[in-house]
Antibody, heavy 125, light 108 residues
């Protein structure tokens, strides 16, 4: 079964750090670009970060730029999100998500096709 | 940053009826860069439509997407009880951020 499994969430004080991990039992994560998406309690979805297959291209939402770092270890079949200088507004469920990228000439087509179950990060004193 | 505005915010319908959900972008997105998701309470979102009109694997044909440029539509014909959920559109336009719309809640 194709699945993603996140871990590393928890309660942290404002200004603190946390590292989220995502593993991919059932498929080869190194064959896909990956993303982190978050959802604050009772709110909508917010795209957080993207990393290409080789880690050569990385993007962040402005809300986390300079504080969060996305990385991957293809040998370990794992994805990570290092979160520093955490704020109250970073409280959310964080999802590890696979990018579907299909080529149908003359375009690529995109979607987020495999989602983890999410890990909860709570930033509070 | 491309802003996606979904309407209506809440849509109240009955099983068997047809639902029409709208997603409007603040600038041209390109039809190959628009996706739709369904999210039920306590669950992760599920990809329904990519490339504005292509159904993802396992998605029933009562779900259809259309549109191009900056106006996109998700139609659900013959609503089933399990279709009542929150629906989000997302764009993968020329550059990040890959923004989501604020969501449409489809309720009975």
């Amino acid at each position: 079964e194709v699945q993603l499994v996140e871990s590393g969430g928890g309660l942290v004080q404002p200004g603190g750090s946390l590292r989220l991990s995502c593993s991919a039992p059932g498929f080869t994560l190194s064959s896909y670009s990956m993303n982190w998406v978050r959802q604050a309690p009772g709110k909508g979805l917010e795209w957080v970060a993207y990393i290409s297959i080789t880690s050569g291209t990385i993007y962040y939402a402005d809300s986390v730029k300079g504080r969060f770092t996305i990385s991957r270890d293809n040998a370990e079949n794992s994805l990570y999100l290092q979160m520093n200088s955490l704020r109250d507004e970073d409280t959310a469920v964080y999802y590890c998500v696979r990018l579907l990228q299909l080529w149908a000439s003359p375009h690529y087509y995109y979607g987020l096709d495999v989602w983890g179950q999410g890990t909860t990060v709570t930033v509070s004193s | 940053e491309i802003v996606l505005t979904q309407s209506p915010g809440t849509l109240s319908l009955s099983p068997g009826e047809r639902a029409t959900l709208s997603c409007r972008a603040s600038q041209n997105v390109g039809s190959n860069y628009l996706a739709w998701y369904q999210q039920k309470p306590g669950q992760a979102p599920r990809l329904l439509i990519y490339g504005a009109s292509s159904r993802a694997t396992g998605i029933p044909d009562r779900f259809s997407g259309s549109g191009s440029g900056s106006d996109f539509t998700l139609i659900i014909t013959r609503l089933e009880p399990e279709d009542f959920a929150v629906y989000y559109c997302q764009q993968f336009g020329p550059s990040p951020p890959y923004t989501f719309g604020q969501g449409t809640r489809l309720e009975i």
